[in-house]
């Protein structure tokens, strides 16, 4: 059996990638064989693709991508859990050299498949999992998110960033939203941010303080860090919470040398690797997504011919929500 798969031979830019024929063979024990519909982008793809991730491809031929959405084809020996036919997405729970999900069909471990919840069709399920249990495991499972708590989101515009708004919602928080410029003002209110500050219309602690009466954010979520980590610990209200998911600006991140918060490096996968975890983020995805509070924005899809230029897109910071790889009509 032929299957079509993204993969790369040298660490750069989007023109890296190329789209190559493998056998894949029929699923083994414990593995699943899945027909892709929609792949779902993420920032640390293209960080992957250049080296800059935290884990370094094993090249040549490394395949990449964490999200799929598709649907059951086979199932090997001693799979329980699927059968033919079951609409799945992908958990994002390998190394993606090995077990990279850009393809038109995956032969992977059931393990790291989830029954697509909430009725999900394949475009939304690929734009679903990864942005939306980062936030959720960040702001529900360690930051303790309450009705009320006011939480600041840099990189808003993000697919995290709109969960993250989404997400404090459903659970009557207040988010408000922080952008680089006016321009996203606008959509981002129309997402549901309480508020949003634009950097380019004056200093971020002077309108955080405005629009909280001087008080702060009882959470801070930020994937930048960087310089303006010494800005953002300030925005957090005494005895607050500053949660860092990510290092978009890889310079050095300074804090404040006097303060009264708490300060988390977040990572994903420690927390949905979890089996109970994973089943509470399933279920409250599932709730969100029946009830319409929770809804992946697409910013805008491409075909699978055309990853290059999904990438390309991805690094441009000028989308708004997911950018999805459809791979069938």
Do not use: C
């Amino acid at each position: 059996m032929m299957a079509k798969q993204v993969v790369f031979d040298e660490l750069g830019g989007p023109e890296v990638l190329r789209i190559e024929e493998v056998e894949l063979g029929e699923p083994g024990p414990g593995e699943v064989l899945v027909r892709v519909d929609a792949l779902g982008l993420n920032r640390a793809e293209a960080l992957f693709r250049s080296g800059g991730y935290y884990y370094q491809p094993t090249l040549p031929g490394s395949r990449i991508g964490y999200e799929a959405a598709g649907e059951v084809l086979a199932v090997g020996a001693d799979v329980t859990g699927f059968a033919v036919g079951d609409p799945v997405l992908t958990a994002g729970t390998g190394g993606m050299s090995t077990t990279g999900v850009y393809g038109d069909e995956l032969r992977l471990p059931a393990e790291d498949l989830l029954r697509r919840p909430g009725g999900a069709e394949a475009v939304t399920g690929a734009a679903l999992w990864l942005s939306y249990s980062t936030a959720y495991g960040a702001l529900v499972e360690k930051g303790g998110l309450r009705p009320g708590d006011t939480v600041l989101i840099t990189a808003a515009s993000s697919s995290v960033g709109v969960a993250a708004i989404q997400i404090a919602n459903h659970l009557g928080a207040i988010p408000i939203a922080v952008t680089r410029g006016a321009a996203k003002r606008e959509r981002l209110s129309r997402l549901g941010a309480a508020h949003v500050i634009a950097l380019d219309e004056g200093e971020l602690l002077e309108q955080l303080a405005e629009v909280t009466g001087g008080r702060g954010a009882e959470i801070v979520f930020d994937p930048v860090a960087g310089p303006g980590l010494s800005d953002l610990a300030r925005a957090v209200a005494p005895g607050g919470l500053l949660i860092v998911y990510g290092w978009l600006d890889p310079r050095p991140a300074p804090l404040p040398l006097n303060w009264t918060l708490r300060v988390l490096g977040y990572g994903n996968l420690q927390v949905t690797g979890d089996p109970e975890v994973r089943r509470r983020t399933w279920h409250f995805l599932d709730a969100g997504l029946r009830a319409g509070t929770l809804a992946p924005l697409i910013d805008r899809t491409f075909d699978l011919e055309e990853i290059v230029a999904a990438h390309r897109h991805l690094e441009s910071n000028s989308q708004v929500g997911k950018i999805v790889v459809t791979v069938r009509p």
